[in-house]
């Protein structure tokens, strides 16, 4: 089946630092890409939709000027955890839909901000 | 206001015996719905899905049955086998063009022994 992967798998940064993560389509390319977060005991929460050539849409209480996405390329989203705080420490998890609009997910980045 | 429930966060069973995970939903408009499986520090692996149109989705060792009137999903796994301990997630979409996002439940661990 299809791949996705993600870069960095763990990452470990200083408070107000900032740290990007890529998700990568490794066979397929992908217009979107989703970007999720899933903090301990609960569940994979949408964060923002990554459109490749427009704006990501952001859902309801994610703050768009911390949370940066791009959408470089079809086969390229970046999330960019600006001003990292310790709260932002989270299980970041993308996902992209190929062209049979089946979403395969990357493995996922552990962030921890110290 | 969560729209996927996943009401058990944990289920113990016998290896050989059948597991079944329950999950409900509150949004109507949702007319797609999915089992993923998780490993800690991975991303999900998909599993089986199902249509609202369909009653029951059967592979191999895993049925999905959807009780629409109830709002209600369940997985089946017989017989259950130590590597399928894991946390399974329930999720469901909205219709639109495929590339949808997807509403997850909390998940539900678990555990085969043998």
């Known amino acids: 089946g299809a791949v996705v992967s993600q870069h960095p798998s763990w990452v470990i940064c200083k408070s107000g630092t900032s740290v990007k993560i890529e998700c990568r389509s490794l066979?397929?390319?992908?217009?979107?890409m989703f970007w999720y977060r899933q903090f301990p005991k609960q569940s994979l929460m949408l964060m923002a939709t990554s459109n490749e050539g427009s704006k990501a849409t952001y859902e309801q209480g994610v703050e768009k000027d911390k949370f940066l996405i791009n959408h470089a390329s079809l086969t390229l989203s970046t999330l960019t955890v600006t001003s990292a705080h310790p709260e932002d420490s989270s299980f970041y998890i993308c996902s992209a839909p190929d062209r049979t609009s089946e979403q395969y997910f990357g493995p996922g980045t552990r962030l921890t901000v110290t | 206001d969560q729209q996927v429930k996943q009401n058990s966060p944990s289920l113990s069973v016998q290896e050989g015996r059948i597991s079944i995970l329950n999950c409900d939903y509150t949004?109507?408009?949702?007319?797609?719905f999915l089992w993923y499986k998780k490993y800690p520090a991975e991303g999900p692996t998909f599993l089986i899905s199902i249509s609202s149109i369909k009653d029951k989705n059967e592979d191999g060792r895993f049925t999905v049955f959807l009780n629409k009137s109830a709002k209600h999903l369940s997985l089946h796994i017989v017989p259950s086998q130590p590597g399928d301990s894991a946390v399974y997630f329930c999720a469901a979409s909205k219709p639109g063009s495929g590339n949808t996002p997807l509403v997850f439940g909390k998940g539900t661990r678990l555990s085969v022994i043998a």
């Open positions: 949004n109507s408009m949702f007319d797609y």
């Open positions: 066979d397929f390319q992908a217009t979107t």
